[in-house]
């Protein structure tokens, strides 16, 4: 069974900072592909960024030059700094990582619980 716990989210001004941290336990055996997306009210919910196990990375044009994500493979954690927070970033954050229990076999999507992020005007 494998778990991605999910913390950091909170209440901001505009224009602050904010940490999220998404950390997976059970049983591991790699990570692939790790990310972050959003669902605001009444919203799909969208990619915000993602890392592959290389260290790769990709992000929303929304939050470019302003939200960085970092991954500790060696914690199975994934992180994400979000600078310059604006109100439409509020929504519900989700963490997503691909994960493989043992070698030879497929990874599988796993979905942390959301962490809410309000940023006030």
């Known amino acids: 069974q494998v778990q991605l716990v999910e913390s950091g989210g909170g209440l901001v001004q505009a224009g602050g900072s904010l940490r999220l941290s998404c950390a997976a336990s059970?049983?591991?055996?790699?990570?692939?592909?790790m990310g972050w997306y959003r669902q605001a009210p009444g919203k799909q919910r969208e990619l915000v960024a993602v890392?592959?196990?290389?260290?790769?990375?990709n992000y929303a044009d929304s939050v470019k030059g302003r939200f960085t994500i970092s991954r500790d493979n060696a914690k199975n954690t994934v992180y994400l700094q979000m600078n310059s927070l604006k109100p439409e970033d509020t929504a519900v954050y989700y963490c997503?990582?691909?994960?493989?229990?043992?070698?030879?076999?497929?990874?599988?999507?796993?979905w942390g619980q959301g962490t809410q992020v309000t940023v006030s005007e």
């Open positions: 059970g049983s591991i055996f790699s990570i692939d592909r």
């Open positions: 890392i592959t196990s290389g260290a790769i990375t």
């Open positions: 997503n990582a691909n994960i493989r229990w043992s070698v030879g076999v497929g990874a599988r999507a796993y």
